[in-house]
Protein backbone atom coordinates (compact mmCIF):
# COMPACT_ATOMS: atom_id res chain seq x y z
CA UNK A 1 0.00 0.00 0.00
CA UNK A 2 1.24 3.47 -1.23
CA UNK A 3 2.20 6.07 1.62
CA UNK A 4 -0.46 8.58 1.04
CA UNK A 5 1.28 12.35 0.26
CA UNK A 6 2.85 14.30 4.20
CA UNK A 7 1.24 10.85 5.87
CA UNK A 8 5.08 9.81 6.92
CA UNK A 9 6.60 13.43 7.33
CA UNK A 10 3.41 13.75 9.59
CA UNK A 11 4.40 11.20 11.43
CA UNK A 12 7.90 11.93 12.00
CA UNK A 13 7.24 15.19 13.06
CA UNK A 14 4.67 14.51 15.30
CA UNK A 15 7.23 11.60 17.17
CA UNK A 16 10.10 14.46 16.99
CA UNK A 17 7.33 17.25 17.98
CA UNK A 18 6.76 14.79 21.08
CA UNK A 19 10.43 13.59 22.01
CA UNK A 20 13.10 15.42 23.76
CA UNK A 21 16.58 15.83 21.76
CA UNK A 22 17.72 13.68 19.13
CA UNK A 23 16.73 10.44 18.49
CA UNK A 24 17.93 7.28 16.02
CA UNK A 25 16.32 7.01 12.72
CA UNK A 26 15.30 3.48 13.84
CA UNK A 27 13.34 5.08 16.91
CA UNK A 28 11.53 7.31 14.12
CA UNK A 29 10.70 4.47 11.82
CA UNK A 30 9.35 2.32 14.77
CA UNK A 31 7.12 5.33 15.72
CA UNK A 32 6.04 5.93 12.14
CA UNK A 33 4.61 2.35 11.57
CA UNK A 34 3.43 2.21 15.04
CA UNK A 35 1.42 5.16 14.23
CA UNK A 36 0.06 4.35 10.76
CA UNK A 37 -0.14 1.09 11.55
CA UNK A 38 1.80 -0.62 8.92
CA UNK A 39 5.74 -0.82 8.35
CA UNK A 40 6.73 1.80 6.40
CA UNK A 41 10.27 1.00 4.34
CA UNK A 42 12.96 2.42 6.59
CA UNK A 43 14.46 3.67 3.10
CA UNK A 44 11.46 6.17 3.18
CA UNK A 45 11.87 7.85 6.70
CA UNK A 46 15.39 8.36 5.78
CA UNK A 47 15.04 9.99 2.38
CA UNK A 48 12.83 12.48 4.21
CA UNK A 49 15.11 12.92 6.89
CA UNK A 50 18.22 13.36 4.48
CA UNK A 51 15.99 15.97 2.00
CA UNK A 52 14.79 18.12 4.60
CA UNK A 53 18.15 18.56 6.66
CA UNK A 54 18.67 21.10 6.92
CA UNK A 55 15.46 22.87 7.18
CA UNK A 56 13.00 20.97 8.92
CA UNK A 57 15.85 18.64 10.47
CA UNK A 58 18.92 18.84 12.23
CA UNK A 59 21.51 16.08 12.01
CA UNK A 60 22.85 15.21 15.41
CA UNK A 61 25.09 12.25 14.31
CA UNK A 62 25.26 9.39 11.89
CA UNK A 63 22.19 8.25 12.22
CA UNK A 64 20.32 10.69 14.87
CA UNK A 65 17.85 13.73 13.93
CA UNK A 66 16.26 16.04 15.88
CA UNK A 67 14.02 19.03 14.89
CA UNK A 68 15.71 22.03 13.58
CA UNK A 69 16.27 25.37 15.86
CA UNK A 70 13.66 28.10 14.64
CA UNK A 71 15.43 31.29 14.67
Do not use: C, W
Amino acid sequence: MANRPGEVRDAIIEFMTGHRGDAHVQDITEAVNKKLGRDVPGSSVRSYLNLNTPGTFARTARGRYKLASKR
